[in-house]
């Protein structure tokens, strides 16, 4: 963590919102991910996003918006409530991600098999079954 937050500073410093600095952000979402720190993953990782969706950097961009939505599911599994409103919100913010990154990934691939699109199909077919939407589940 200390690492990558000194090379976001740097980078910062020089004003430059490079393919390093949406790199750093979203290592240090995947940090805070892996020590339970939602928020601070959450806003590490929109950050990442807004980067790379300037720099136009399709495969990254979609990495990170499946990282923000495992995020999201991570974050609804530890909800004491898992179908109460709140939950089923992070649910859907979770689909909504995995949504945009399957369709990322499917422009990219242009029909080829991949290996982050498989991963795509999979986190949604998850994510369906959480909520319960088994035909949608067994689609993905």
């Not at 004003?15 to 601070?40: C, M, P, T, V």
Request: aromatic share 12%; with cysteine; charged share 30%.
């Amino acid at each position: 963590m200390e690492y990558v937050s000194r090379c976001i500073k740097i980078i910062e410093l020089q004003e430059n919102d490079s393919e390093l600095l949406g790199s750093a952000y979203n290592h240090r979402g995947y940090i805070y991910y892996y020590i339970f720190e939602d928020e601070k993953a959450e806003e590490s990782y929109k950050k990442a996003y807004l980067i790379r969706k300037k720099l136009k950097n399709k495969k990254l961009l979609a990495q990170t918006v499946t990282n923000l939505g495992l995020l999201y599911q991570g974050m609804w599994k530890t909800n004491k409530e898992p179908m109460s409103q709140e939950a089923v919100k992070l649910l859907e913010a979770s689909a909504q991600c995995q949504r945009e990154a399957i369709g990322i990934f499917e422009e990219i691939f242009d029909g080829k098999i991949h290996p982050n699109l498989a991963s795509a199909y999979n986190n949604m077919a998850e994510l369906q079954n959480s909520l319960q939407r088994f035909e949608d589940a067994e689609y993905y």
